[in-house]
């Protein structure tokens, strides 16, 4: 049943539920809903006009728990219980984040390096997704009291290159928010989205969308076609942004203020004003030539010149990334037709006019970047809601998808490339007789051996009745949901016993893994197309080298004496060719024994045809 709500901000009468759009960020999250009257996307603002929840959680000595604002008071005085960069550890084992964890002024637990890791505050341990589900409640809750009406649903952002685990991670933590997570939605699409690409079914266009928050950076090229997003290739660096910019002019000023960073590092207070102070110069530099202000009495200063001098090196590796991206993506700057700028830090002059320049053209920066991919989630959002019929947004799967099937080979149901959400199916038989269960192992790349590509996960298809081997017909279904997450089911269809499992993948791939496995399977192609014509000759020598055993067993005696050394000799010389023969010697083993067997096969094939007519009357 519809529920209607009155929205007290507008007056107006909502028929329908709303769907909000959430931008979970690493440093900030925001929420945007499209307006029900002017039909357009807005963020979502308090009184105070603020838009932007820092997305930083404090948990307090006596149990009590801030987020926003209020928690980010604590992150100079508070840091081992003050947490923030939550979206880093999102479907993350400590294997992943080891490198790194210095960065992180609370304590990342490693006590299994295997599984997902926690994190711990006071005395007590939260695992990503609980700690991000804070974010999301908050969030949830000031939607609520703004548009005076329950929030349950929302389509979530996340970074292009977050794998599967991490994707789950992030529905999982809206879940435990209390929200029913309709679709989670890369933020470079979102972003597009915003500026209105894609939203014409019959427009195609390639678009770079360049991303620097506070803390990272991240290129993106999509192309879009028919309504559909397809991302071709990501780059970036997790560890760079406007933070960086800060750092270097509080760097920059303590030598003019003949201050060492070990008085510096003593001083806490003084750090934390001289970070502050850096912020309020960068942004101010944006319009303005020239930043003075008093520091424990003396004056620093920082002109447009000596900022720009400071932040170029950061800027120059962003546009290394940008071009590295477009060669990942086998294209060039006159391939690109829009530029999308988002996060806070494309504010600069500077970095607009150096991106501007690498790609010939001019950035699209006329929406505030900071809430461009939360516009953009309210935008998917109302076509979600059915609002706008005529376009079905679609993403695509970064890698391919298959199971493992004699020899280590992979068979992929679902290529790389493949539109989300989809189906797949395709049936599979028993190697041995009375084989009861059927051993499945799902995996993720490129290469044609699965020991070259990713695990997802393996189950047992057990309860198979006994039957001859090759009879039972094992369909394998792969379906991939809205937010690509993947089910697979196998069914024995002769028996009806099935098994279905939802693919959790215990480890995140970072987005350099994801880079790497697509070029591996590029600079092997050749090598993997050799290994699979040679896995697949051994295994049609097994197979064949087994069925011939087994016809000998039963049919020895109908055998000529020259007939059976001869095929004996055959099997021996092919089981010899096994383990290192070529391609083209295995097959010609195999053709030789094919060619001793054929004709008593065929006599025996001839007898038993003759006996079952016997005594019956046509
Ligand atoms: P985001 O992570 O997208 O919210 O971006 C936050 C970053 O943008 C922080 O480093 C801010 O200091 C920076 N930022 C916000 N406004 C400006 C501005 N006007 N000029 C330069 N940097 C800005």
């Not at 990342?108 to 991000?132: H, M, R």
């Not at 607009?352 to 989630?377: C, H, R, T, W, Y």
Request: hydrophobic share 40%; with cysteine.
């Amino acid at each position: 049943m519809a529920k209607i709500g009155i929205n007290i901000a507008t007056g107006s009468i909502q028929q329908q539920e709303m769907i909000v759009g959430i931008d979970l960020g690493t440093t900030n999250s925001l929420v945007a809903v499209i307006h029900p009257d002017t039909k357009k996307p807005v963020v979502l603002k308090e009184f105070d006009g603020n838009s932007l929840v820092p997305s930083v959680i404090h948990f307090g000595e006596a149990g009590t728990v801030s987020v926003g604002e209020e928690a980010k008071k604590y992150l100079i005085i508070e840091p081992q219980n003050t947490i923030f960069s939550v979206k880093r550890l999102m479907g993350k084992s400590y294997n992943d984040v080891r490198n790194t964890s210095s960065f992180f002024t609370y304590k990342v637990i490693d006590d299994n390096t295997e599984s997902l890791v926690k994190v711990q505050a006071g005395e007590k341990f939260y695992s990503p997704v609980e700690l991000s589900s804070l974010i999301l409640k908050e969030l949830k809750t000031r939607a609520e009291h703004i548009l005076k009406t329950p929030v349950h649903k929302a389509v979530i952002t996340v970074p292009a290159y977050f794998n599967d685990s991490q994707r789950q991670a992030t529905r999982d933590a809206g879940k435990l928010a209390g929200l029913d997570v309709l679709r989670i939605v890369n933020e470079p699409t979102a972003a597009s989205l915003a500026y209105g690409f894609g939203l014409n079914k019959d427009e195609i266009k390639t678009i770079a969308v360049y991303d620097l928050g506070g803390g990272t950076f991240d290129i993106s090229v999509l192309r879009i076609a028919g309504g559909i997003f397809e991302v071709l290739s990501t780059n970036g660096d997790t560890y760079l942004g406007g933070d960086d910019f800060d750092s270097a002019i509080v760097k920059n000023w303590i030598s003019q203020i003949g201050v060492s960073e070990k008085e510096l590092s003593e001083n806490k207070n003084l750090s934390q004003e001289l970070r502050l102070l850096a912020e309020e110069a960068k942004i101010y530099l944006s319009s303005n030539d020239l930043f003075t202000a008093n520091v424990t009495d003396k004056q620093v200063q920082l002109s447009i010149t000596q900022f720009e001098n400071l932040i170029k090196p950061f800027v120059d590796k962003t546009i290394n990334c940008c071009k590295n991206a477009l060669s990942d993506a086998n294209l060039t700057v006159d391939n690109i037709d829009e530029i999308v700028m988002v996060g806070g830090s494309t504010r600069v002059p500077l970095v607009k006019k150096m991106v501007s320049e690498v790609f010939q053209k001019k950035v699209n920066d006329f929406l505030n970047p900071d809430e461009i991919v939360a516009l953009g989630a309210a935008i998917q959002a109302d076509i979600l809601a059915g609002n706008n019929k005529d376009l079905l947004l679609l993403d695509i799967t970064p890698l391919s998808l298959g199971i493992e099937t004699m020899g280590g080979l992979m068979d992929v149901l679902m290529a790389r490339n493949s539109k989300i959400p989809s189906k797949a199916s395709r049936q599979y038989t028993t190697q041995k007789d009375g084989q009861g269960s059927m051993r499945i192992a799902v995996y993720q790349g490129e290469r044609d051996l699965v020991k070259d590509n990713r695990k997802l996960a393996e189950f047992n298809l057990t309860g198979i009745p006994g039957m001859p081997a090759g009879l039972p017909k094992v369909e394998i279904t792969f379906l991939i949901n809205a937010d690509g997450i993947l089910q697979v089911k196998a069914k024995e269809l002769r028996s009806g016993v099935e098994q279905t499992i939802e693919v959790k993948p215990q480890y995140g791939l970072t987005d350099e893994e994801v880079e790497q496995m697509l070029l591996a399977s590029i600079t092997h192609a050749k090598e993997d197309i050799k290994i699979r014509a040679l896995v697949e000759a051994q295994t049609e020598a097994k197979i064949l080298l087994d069925t011939t055993a087994q016809f000998l067993q039963k049919n020895r005696s109908f055998l000529t004496s020259t007939e059976l050394a001869e095929t004996e000799m055959a099997m021996e010389e092919l089981n010899s060719l096994l383990p290192a023969g070529t391609k083209d010697s295995i097959h010609a083993g195999i053709e030789k024994l094919n060619e001793i067997s054929r004709p008593y096969a065929e006599r025996l094939m001839d007898e038993a045809v003759n006996k079952a007519m016997k005594g019956k009357v046509i």
